[in-house]
C-alpha cells in the first residue's frame, strides 16, 4: 500500500512538474497556460502525445525537437524529476506520519497536500530565478498567505483535534511575527550591501521569497534554509571566479563579481533541504553545540 501509493505520487508529480514547464514557459511570455496545446518553441508545430511524456520523451528524442531539431532545454527533465521525487517523499512520509503521532488521518493526509503544493511552489520559483531573475509578486504573495493560513489551523490541528480560540491566536501570531522578521531581516541585509557597494545585491523579492519561507517553515528552519541558500551561492559564486577563467584569461575579476546570481534558486533549493531535513540537521547541531 504504502510503496503504491509513493510511486502513484511520483507519477503524478512528474505530470504536475510536465504542466509547471508549460508555465514556466509561457509565464515570461505573458502567454496562456492552456490554450493552445502543448507546441515546440522554435517551430510551433503541435507536440503528438508521445512527446508529452514526462522525462521518457526528452531522453527519447535526445533533447530535440523531432522535426526542426531545436534543442529542448534540460531544464524539462529537470522540473519534472524534482517534482516526482519530491511528491514520492511526502507520500513515503504521510505514512511515517500516521504511524508514529495519533493525528488524525484526514489532517495528515491535508497536511501532506498542502507540503505538495509548497514543493511545486518552491521548483516553479527556482527555475523562473535561475533563469529569469525574477520571483512574480503573484506566486510569492499568495504563497506567504497560504503558508501562514496553514500553519495556523493545520499545525495545531496535528496536537488537538478541537481548536481553541486562544490556540489559533497564539499560532497566528507566532507565524505574522516570523513572516515580519524574515521579511525585515533581508531587508536589512539588503541595506548593509547597499551601504557597502553602492549597489543592489538583493531584490525585494528574495524578502518575499524569505517571508514565504518564514511562513509555512517557521523562523528556525527558515533561517537554515538561508543559511543553506548563502553558502550553495557562495559556492556558485566562486565556481563562476574559477571555472571560465581557465577558458578565457582575459575576463576580469570584476566582471564576474558584477554578476548576478538567481539568490531565490539558492533559497528555494535551501527552503527544500530545510522542510525535508530541517528539524533532523537542528536538532543535530543543537546537539553537537552542546545545548
Ligand atoms: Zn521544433
Redesign the pocket.
Known amino acids: 500500500m504504502r510503496i503504491l501509493a509513493t510511486i502513484l505520487a511520483g507519477l503524478l508529480g512528474l505530470v504536475f512538474g510536465s504542466f509547471l514547464n508549460v508555465c514556466l514557459s509561457r509565464w515570461p511570455e505573458g502567454e496562456s497556460v492552456v490554450v493552445p496545446p502543448s507546441h515546440?518553441r522554435?517551430?510551433?508545430?503541435t507536440l503528438a502525445w508521445w512527446e508529452n511524456i514526462p522525462v521518457a520523451s526528452w531522453l527519447a528524442l535526445r533533447g530535440r525537437?523531432?522535426?526542426?531539431?531545436?534543442p529542448v532545454s534540460w531544464r524539462y527533465p529537470l522540473v519534472e524529476l524534482a517534482v516526482g521525487a519530491l511528491w514520492a517523499v511526502q507520500a513515503w512520509r504521510f505514512f511515517d506520519a500516521i504511524h508514529h503521532s495519533g493525528s488524525y488521518t484526514d489532517i495528515t493526509l491535508a497536511t501532506t497536500a498542502a507540503k505538495a503544493l509548497f514543493a511545486w511552489l518552491l521548483v516553479a520559483l527556482a527555475a523562473l530565478d535561475a533563469e529569469h531573475l525574477w520571483l512574480p509578486d503573484w506566486l510569492t504573495l499568495p504563497g506567504i498567505a497560504l503558508g501562514f493560513v496553514l500553519t495556523t489551523f493545520l499545525s495545531p490541528l496535528d496536537r488537538t483535534w478541537w481548536l481553541r480560540p486562544a490556540t489559533v491566536q497564539l499560532a497566528a501570531f507566532d507565524s505574522l511575527l516570523a513572516v515580519t522578521f524574515a521579511f525585515v531581516l533581508i531587508l536589512a541585509i539588503r541595506w548593509l550591501y547597499w551601504l557597502v557597494r553602492r549597489q543592489e545585491g538583493l531584490g525585494l523579492g528574495d524578502a518575499k521569497l524569505m517571508a514565504m519561507l518564514a511562513a509555512w517553515l517557521g523562523l528556525p528552519a527558515a533561517t537554515l534554509a538561508l543559511f543553506l541558500g548563502v553558502v550553495l551561492g557562495a559556492l556558485a559564486a566562486m565556481g563562476m571566479l574559477f571555472l571560465p577563467r581557465r577558458k578565457n584569461e582575459a575576463l576580469k575579476n570584476e566582471v564576474w563579481a558584477a554578476q548576478k546570481l538567481p539568490l531565490g534558486t539558492f533559497l528555494c533549493v535551501g527552503g527544500i533541504v530545510s522542510s525535508l531535513w530541517g528539524q533532523a540537521l537542528i536538532h543535530a547541531y543543537l546537539r553537537w553545540a552542546g545545548f
Open positions: 515546440c522554435a517551430c510551433g508545430r525537437c523531432r522535426t526542426c531539431r531545436a
